[in-house]
């Protein structure tokens, strides 16, 4: 596996625990449907999640920038294949969360969007 792969699973993994420590039940992760994906599904407060996690080395820009309309619509394409397989009422949110990785030994930055249309 290559040393991206590597990161962006770590950031995946940091990101999935921090949906468990703020009471997200985690549904699904890396899930897919032919090419649709999505990073992690999970659900809190009634609401069924779609998450975009993005991670990074430091910053010279938002992480979350990343998460453009060309995404919001593979994300939305994703939801729907997964509504196929799993039918629910939940009201359906897409959200990004954006991990970045600091200095050596230092803790992520862990930023959560629970909107991504209504995020910058």
């Known amino acids: 596996m290559a040393a991206s792969n590597d990161f962006g699973r770590w950031g995946e993994d940091v990101a999935a ?7 997200f039940d985690i549904l699904a992760r890396n899930w897919r449907h032919g090419r649709k994906e999505i990073d992690i ?9 779609f998450v975009e996690v993005k991670t990074r ?12 309309d ?3 619509a593979l994300m939305w394409r994703a939801m729907m294949a997964w ?3 799993h039918p629910s009422l939940m009201p359906v949110r897409y ?3 954006a991990v970045v990785a600091g200095e050596a ?12 249309w209504n995020m910058m």
Not at 59 to 68: G, L, Q
């Open 70 to 72: 060309k995404k919001r």
């Open 17 to 23: 625990a921090w949906l468990l420590e703020h009471g």
């Open 41 to 49: 599904v999970a659900a809190s407060d009634g609401s069924l999640y």
């Open 83 to 85: 509504k196929t397989q």
């Open 95 to 97: 959200a990004a969360l």
């Open 105 to 116: 030994g230092a803790p992520p930055v862990v930023r959560w969007h629970d909107d991504v």
């Open 57 to 68: 080395h430091g910053e010279t820009w938002n992480a979350e920038e990343a998460v453009n």
